[in-house]
């Protein structure tokens, strides 16, 4: 099993709160992503880091922002919660090599009042 | 923009039937393929990947899958299904502009029934 952790795994905050969910990974991963998965949709990378303070916006835009202070730590953060933030977020680490594997953690499910 | 499909979003098969999952993906150069599956109650898990040499590529408890570059296809298959295979099918290509990114289908929800 994968050494990637993510706290809470549920949460469920009022309109406006500021969040952040956390992503910790043992395995010295160099790459670090963010998807947001919706209920029968595909993953869409938010946010990905290629290295401690490498941060780059994925593919899908969101409203959250990461950051890499430590190698094995890449929090997700959100000034302002809002019901459109409502949905599950996946972290995943690589090694960095092209076909490698990401490892993922077992999500956040996120709802917003 | 580049992207993955899966034609099957719920199958449904009983016990020893055999299985073949869908995947098409748009990019037509050179592709580095996966798939992933997530158990009920556990993390997303890579099951195979394709990245050069043979288009057969085994996977883990069983799986396999087939790139056939005609026809843009990585399917899935697994000659006969057990209870256990019940889970979301993930089918992932990584990103053409060479980063270390992945592009994921929509999924296929496998239920077997024992």
């Known amino acids: 099993e994968a050494d990637i952790y993510q706290t809470p795994r549920y949460l469920v905050i009022g309109t406006g709160k500021k969040i952040t969910l956390e992503c910790s990974q043992t395995m010295g991963h160099d790459k670090m992503y963010w998807y947001q998965q919706d209920p029968g949709m595909e993953l869409h990378l938010i946010h990905y880091s290629y290295g401690v303070n490498s941060t780059e916006k994925g593919d899908l835009s969101s409203e959250s922002t990461v950051s890499r202070i430590r190698t094995e730590h890449f929090p997700l953060t959100l000034e302002s919660a809002r019901p459109s933030h409502t949905s599950q977020y996946l972290c995943?680490?690589?090694?960095?090599?092209?076909?490698?594997?990401?490892?993922f953690g077992p999500g956040t499910r996120l709802t917003v009042l | 923009a580049q992207s993955v499909s899966q034609h099957n979003h719920h199958v449904i098969l009983s016990e020893a039937a055999s299985l073949e999952l869908g995947c098409n993906y748009s990019y037509g150069g050179t592709v580095n393929l996966f798939w992933y599956v997530q158990y009920p109650g556990q993390h997303l898990q890579l099951l195979l990947k394709y990245f050069s040499g043979d288009p057969l590529v085994k996977g883990i408890k069983g799986f396999e899958a087939e790139f056939i570059k005609s026809k843009f296809s990585f399917n899935l298959r697994k000659p006969s299904v057990q209870w256990s295979d019940t889970a979301e099918y993930f089918c992932?290509?990584?990103?053409?502009?060479?980063?270390?990114?992945?592009?994921f289908g929509s999924g296929t929800r496998l239920l077997v029934r024992p």
């Open positions: 995943a680490s690589s090694a960095g090599l092209l076909a490698d594997t990401q490892y």
């Open positions: 992932a290509v990584r990103s053409e502009d060479s980063s270390y990114k992945l592009i």
